[in-house]
């Protein structure tokens, strides 16, 4: 099963290769992307950005299909900040993913001083030690863990897969979850999942805030790491140097678009556009 949608406000690789995602890899004309059990092809046809999986429903809120970008691309402009006006128009078509929740606590304790292709390669141990490797029509792959069968690996196990000091935080964070589930985390605000991210162990405050951006959808939330420090400071011309207080005058700063323009900049500004 397939469908489609236009391209211009969605581009898989400004989408994928923005750093809120780690389990992709380019397929034929596109990519293959795993979100938890599932997994889809998704590339780029004329005028139109196509994606192919037996959960279409499933892709189409990951994508974030039913949300207007040509509106936050124009609110991103109207800052007149020259590097977000630029990666604005040049990205419009890269879109916040709302991903598996679970998978994005256990995705970004790894992602903590790391760089990309490390996270990916941990992530892609973990999967292929743990779980069972499934067909598809597009080839083999691994689903990615449940809590449950993260809790049950143990610390060495993810020692061994590379994940060294993170080790013990996915197996203390796995067994919790196992534990206690994360549904009570669903309906809080913003301010509150921040604060209840933080009790678990591996998640600082860039954590949490990538986990409830990229996992609950919590558009307010503004990731401060290397690159977007370095856009306060050189595009913005910012004195703090508190990522904490970097973070929460930014998210300020751009109030419910945060999430979107933090990506336009961290996109842009790794890109040197």
């Not at 994940?163 to 935080?169: H, L, S």
């Not at 973070?247 to 336009?264: K, M, N, P, V, W």
Request: glycine fraction near 8%.
């Amino acid at each position: 099963m397939k469908f489609d949608y236009e391209a211009k406000y969605f581009n898989p690789r400004h989408t994928l290769e923005c750093g809120q995602v780690f389990r992709f890899k380019p397929y034929r004309d596109g990519y293959l992307v795993n979100s938890a059990d599932k997994l889809c092809y998704v590339h780029t046809d004329g005028n139109k950005t196509v994606v192919e999986s037996g959960d279409n429903d499933y892709f189409y809120n990951y994508f974030d299909l039913g949300r207007d970008y040509s509106k936050i691309v124009e609110k991103a402009k109207s800052y007149n900040i020259p590097l977000l006006s630029r990666s604005a128009e040049i990205c419009k078509g890269l879109r916040i993913l709302n991903q598996n929740r679970e998978e994005m606590i256990f995705s970004f304790i790894i992602s903590q001083n790391n760089n990309i292709p490390r996270i990916k390669g941990i992530i892609e141990k973990i999967c292929s030690g743990i779980c069972t490797e499934r067909e598809s029509e597009f080839g083999k792959y691994f689903p990615f863990p449940t809590s449950s069968e993260i809790a049950g690996a143990g610390a060495e196990f993810f020692k061994s897969a590379g994940a060294g000091y993170r080790d013990v935080f996915l197996a203390e964070t796995g067994a919790r979850i196992a534990a206690e589930s994360i549904a009570h985390l669903d309906n809080l605000d913003a301010e509150k999942l921040r604060f209840e991210l933080l009790t678990y162990k591996g998640i600082g405050p860039k954590v949490a805030d990538c986990v409830a951006l990229f996992g609950f959808n919590k558009c307010a939330s503004f990731p401060v790491d290397t690159w977007i420090e370095k856009v306060y400071r050189e595009d913005l011309k910012g004195g703090l140097s508190d990522r904490k207080k970097i973070a929460a005058y930014l998210s300020g700063l751009f109030g419910e678009y945060s999430g979107f323009i933090q990506q336009y900049l961290f996109y842009g500004k790794r890109a040197n556009l």
